[in-house]
């Protein structure tokens, strides 16, 4: 996953993501408002890029779980 520069300040969650090409892996991620974003996009092998999205709404502790939407 590549965060902007601002991103890369303030506090961070794992994103653990349960499915898709990347199941099983967990990326790091900044929060937003200290809260878990809505998606994240991962860097997969040989360049590839998916796109993730929050399994449940309401999650709670210093990691969430990330369900697969689609390659970007």
Do not use: N
């Not at 399994?55 to 689609?70: D, I, R, T």
Request: glycine letters at 12%; proline letters at 8%; charged letters at 20%.
């Amino acid at each position: 996953m590549t965060d902007s520069p601002s991103e890369e300040r303030g506090p961070r969650i794992t994103a653990r993501l349960v499915d898709g090409p990347l199941s099983g892996t967990s990326v790091a991620v900044a929060s937003v408002e200290g809260r878990p974003p809505k998606t994240v996009d991962a860097d997969g092998p040989g360049g590839a890029r998916h796109r993730y999205c929050l399994a449940q709404w309401q999650q709670s502790g210093h990691s969430a779980q990330y369900s697969f939407l689609y390659d970007v």
